[in-house]
């Protein structure tokens, strides 16, 4: 499995991403929002797109969609439940389903819910296992709940999904968001050695170039995933006083998230 990140310099810091198969030349689009580049990313690396992934239905993810599939005719793919938000869709996907490109690269679809009811994330078993998250895990964070999403099923899908794959797992966000989030990460554990020291470089990286992160890296600096630090349930009781002595899980993973929505 050949991985294209590509960087679309947008306001909104969008990542796109191209997943080829190396024997065929045949790749998939994940959120191509920057139609132009991904095409021109497939041309100068000689491979044909014959499918789009949509992570979900938001515009700034399906945006690219109609010049995509002018350009190639490649099938759209999204959340089977997505049907009525994302035009023109020609496969639904439900969790297991799998997704084959060429002859080499074979994608299964999570149903994660919590950004929005219709999300989905592809988990790509190569020699090095990979998942492409869109907007349900960021670099050092989580997505938002506000439009369409819920905050309950995004701890759910963090507790019950994310946290259960292999440590090594490769993380492909939606977004750059990783020095903001790492300052948040601080504001909330501002003991965290690891995210303290991963700060400066972040903050001055090359977002063409972005860090690709690891699951068991976001367990030591995404908030989201630490919710049995002391130093973050100490912190996070001077916002909620009423917070119990020893919180549950789901309790902090909320709170968080509810301060985060306004950090």
């Excluded at 990542?15 to 497939?42: M, R, S, V, W």
């Excluded at 690891?194 to 170039?209: G, H, I, N, R, V």
């Excluded at 020893?246 to 709170?255: A, C, G, S």
């Amino acid at each position: 499995m050949i991985v294209e990140q590509i960087w679309t310099a947008n306001a909104y810091r969008n990542f796109n991403y191209l997943i080829a198969c190396a024997e065929t030349g045949e790749a998939l689009a994940i959120d191509p929002l920057d139609h132009q580049k991904c095409l021109a990313t497939a041309k100068a690396k000689g491979w044909t797109i014959t499918q789009i992934l949509n992570t979900h239905e938001h515009r700034d993810h399906t945006g690219g969609n109609q010049e995509m599939v002018a350009a190639t005719g490649a099938n759209v793919l999204a959340h089977a439940n997505a049907r009525e938000k994302i035009p023109g869709m020609d496969r639904g996907l439900r969790a297991g389903d799998v997704i084959k490109v060429g002859k080499t690269v074979e994608l299964e679809c999570l149903d994660t819910p919590g950004h929005t009811m219709c999300h989905i994330c592809l988990r790509g078993h190569g020699d090095r296992p990979a998942l492409f998250c869109g907007d349900t895990l960021f670099n050092a964070g989580a997505g938002n709940c506000h439009n369409g999403g819920h905050p309950t099923e995004l701890y759910n899908t963090f507790a019950d999904q994310l946290a259960k794959l292999p440590g090594e797992t490769l993380i492909y966000p939606g977004h750059d968001y990783i020095a903001n989030n790492l300052r948040f990460t601080l504001d909330r554990e501002p003991d965290n050695a690891k995210a303290m020291a991963m700060l400066p470089a972040t903050t001055e990286q090359d977002a063409a170039k972005a860090l690709v992160t690891t699951l068991d890296l976001e367990k030591e600096i995404n908030t989201f995933f630490r919710l049995t630090s002391p130093s973050v349930i100490r912190r996070l009781r001077e916002a909620f006083p009423d917070l119990p002595d020893i919180p549950d899980p789901k309790t902090v993973f909320l709170k968080l998230r509810e301060l985060r929505n306004t950090w």
